[in-house]
């Protein structure tokens, strides 16, 4: 049970779109189209923002998008905003009800 | 909504137990899990259990030490923790399924030290 795999950081400016990437394997993000995304505030509960590779949640806006090309998956968020500066952490379902989270990536707005 | 209760400090070895009060929606309809974030660290997955509570899932690291279970009576998930390590030392979530992990508590703070 390794970590699914996103780049440590990834930064913009306001208005900019950023895009954090996710890699795992076949076993998980590759073989099934459960993957989510999860913005964290220290402090706070995190919120999911993206599930099922590209379904939005009611009230996330729609600057959030997923995407998935084999064994990696992308969550994308354009028009850049302060308030997004987060850690953002990929999941993937792994099969037998467990899951995977990927090691975090700090998003930070210029 | 769910209240997470139950952390605490414990010595190496020891046990703690966890609990995670729901409300708001149907408990039983939902699987839940527990995910923790030691202090500097992601988020790890650590247990699952099914609606009914007759299933119940596991990470490798807490496997034979840890036990999730429900109380859909009293809308409750528990997570007992026994034979503490060090490293389990983290803030620990309650989340329910549903739309990924939809709903999630506020979190426990669980040391593990001498």
Redesign the interface.
């Known amino acids: 049970?390794s970590?699914l795999t996103q780049p440590r950081s990834v930064s913009g400016s306001p208005g900019q779109s950023v895009t954090v990437s996710c890699t795992g394997t076949s076993s998980d993000v590759g073989g099934y189209n459960y993957v989510?995304?999860?913005q964290?505030h220290p402090g706070?509960?995190?919120?999911?923002m993206?599930?099922?590779v590209d379904?939005r949640?009611s009230g996330v806006p729609d600057r959030f998008s997923g995407s998935k090309s084999g064994n990696t998956a992308s969550l994308t968020i354009s028009g850049l905003q302060a308030e997004d500066e987060a850690?953002y952490?990929c999941?993937s379902y792994a099969g037998?009800?467990?899951?995977?989270?990927?090691?975090?990536t700090k998003v930070t707005v210029l | 909504q769910l209240l997470e209760s139950g952390g605490g400090f414990v010595q190496p070895g020891g046990s703690l137990r966890l609990s995670c009060a729901a409300s708001g929606f149907t408990f039983s309809n939902h699987?839940m899990?527990w995910?923790r974030q030691a202090p500097g660290k992601?988020?790890?997955?650590v247990s699952?259990i099914?609606g009914s509570g007759r299933?119940t899932?596991y990470?490798?690291?807490v496997k034979g030490r840890f036990t999730i279970s429900r109380d859909n009576s009293k809308s409750t998930l528990y997570l007992q923790m026994d034979t503490l390590r060090a490293e389990d030392t983290a803030l620990y979530?309650c989340?329910r399924n549903g739309?990924?992990?939809?709903v999630?508590?506020?979190?426990t703070m669980v040391t593990v030290s001498s």
């Open positions: 049970q970590a989510s995304w999860y964290h706070k509960a995190p919120k999911v993206i599930y099922d379904q949640p850690d952490y999941c037998y009800f467990t899951l995977l989270f990927g090691g975090g | 699987v899990n995910v992601g988020l790890e997955w699952a099914s299933d899932f990470a490798d690291s979530y989340a739309g990924g992990l939809g999630w508590g506020q979190g």
